[in-house]
């Protein structure tokens, strides 16, 4: 019989609150999948902000718990 997670077949990343599988993707991948613009977000994982220039070499793994926040401008 094969392990549990082989037949789940997915590890979930939660992003802003959705179980999401982005398990072994960078974040950059993520975001630019996911429509966002780095320029314009922060990111949190686990309770640690990412700088920007991390976003490329930042791999999202089973379990990690990501917020993202967009700033909006406006008067």
Avoid at 36 to 51: K, L, R, S
């Amino acid at each position: 019989m094969l392990p549990f997670a082989v037949l789940e077949g997915m590890f979930m990343v939660k992003i802003n609150g959705k179980d999401i599988e982005a398990d072994g993707r960078t974040l950059l991948d993520y975001l630019d999948g996911a429509d966002y613009d780095p320029e314009c977000i922060a990111v949190e994982i686990n309770g640690d902000i990412v700088p920007k220039k991390d976003y490329v070499s930042t791999i999202l793994r089973d379990g990690d718990c990501v917020e993202i926040v967009s700033f909006v401008g406006g008067g």
